[in-house]
C-alpha cells in the first residue's frame, strides 16, 4: 500500500463521515441514552419518516437506520463516542445493518417489510409471510401468537 493509497482511503472516509449527521442528533436522543431509549426514539422516527408515509423520506428513514445500527452496536458506539467518525472504520459505516435478533414477531415483520423498501436491515421472515403481511390476507392475531398459515399467494 502506498502513501498515495492511505490518503485516498482517508480522503473517502472523511465523504462518507462529512454527509453522516451525528446519530445522536439523527435520533433525537441525548449521548446517556440507554438501548431502550434508543429503539424506542428509532422506532418513532422510523414510522415518521418511512417512505410509504405522506412525509416520509427514503434519505432519512436511511440515516435513521445507519444511526441506529452504530448505536446499537457497544463496540461501534464506543468507538464513536470516544473518536466520533474517526473510531469508525468507513466500512463500518458503509456495512451498517439493524440488529433484529432482540425484536418480537410483529417488530421483526415491520423490520421486513422496511427491509423489502431498501432499508439496510436483514431478517429471517420468510418471503411467503411478508407477502401475505403485505396483502394483509392473514389475521394478525395468527402472526402473533404463531399459529401456521398455510395460503396461496398470487402474483400481480
Known sequence: MTAEDITDSASQQEGVADKMRDPYEVLEIERSADDDTIK??????????HP???????EKFSELSAAFSLLTDP?????????GFAGISREDMMDMEVDVSELGTM?????????????PIKTTVSPAA???????????FELQYGVPVTSKVDKQ
Open 52 to 58: 410509504d408515509k405522506s412525509t416520509g423520506s427514503p
Open 130 to 140: 411478508l407477502e401475505l403481511a403485505l396483502t394483509g390476507d392473514v389475521d394478525i
Open 40 to 49: 424506542k426514539a428509532y422506532r418513532k422516527l422510523a414510522l415518521k419518516y
Open 107 to 119: 417488530n421483526k415483520m415491520v423490520a421486513a417489510l422496511f427491509s423489502k423498501l431498501g432499508a
Open 75 to 83: 463496540e461501534k458506539r464506543r468507538r464513536y463516542d470516544a473518536e
